[in-house]
């Protein structure tokens, strides 16, 4: 059967697993891939989601790599947002990739996205409480 690559790629948003999310909890650098890939320029081939693509026969894993064919993040920004040497930011695009934590059309998997977001509110919600304390020390006098 032939279908659209938008279609494959809609079909893995909806049959999404919260697996991915448990490599995400123990690393900080996918966290921070995860976080800042909408922000990374993507060049695909003209009208890559609109081609038809024969499924019949194909694993999960040649879906996969059938949409990211010719998907070309910019590296550079990538690296740039990551901060880190470009090894160890390639090795963190392809380990997001194959854990399908990221998609080709420049969003990610929602369970990472809901994790994203706990784990926002609960750093904002700890550095406004160290702001409270430190407000609160120095209205009393403070340390020295």
């Given amino acids: 059967m032939r279908v659209k690559l938008s279609a494959v790629l809609s079909e893995f948003k909806r049959n999404e697993v919260s697996g991915e999310v448990v490599s ?9 891939l ?3 890939w909408h ?3 993507l060049s695909l081939p003209a009208h ?3 081609r038809e693509v024969e499924t019949e026969g194909k694993t999960q894993q040649e879906l996969w790599e059938l949409l990211w064919r010719g998907v070309e993040p910019d590296m550079d920004g990538l690296l740039a947002a ?6 160890i930011g390639l090795w963190t695009f392809q380990r997001a990739r194959q854990l399908r934590c990221i ?3 420049g969003s990610i998997h929602n369970w990472v996205k809901q994790f994203l977001s706990v784990a ?4 904002v919600q700890k550095s406004v409480g160290r702001t409270s304390a430190v407000q ?7 340390s020295r």
């Fill in 48 to 50: 890559h989601l609109d």
């Fill in 24 to 32: 995400i909890l123990r690393d900080d650098l996918l966290s921070s």
């Fill in 34 to 36: 995860a976080a800042c």
């Fill in 103 to 105: 998609y080709p059309d």
């Fill in 82 to 87: 990551l901060d880190r040497p470009p090894t």
């Fill in 136 to 142: 609160k020390s120095v209205g009393r006098g403070g």
């Fill in 39 to 41: 922000t990374v320029r």
């Fill in 120 to 123: 926002f509110a609960a750093a």
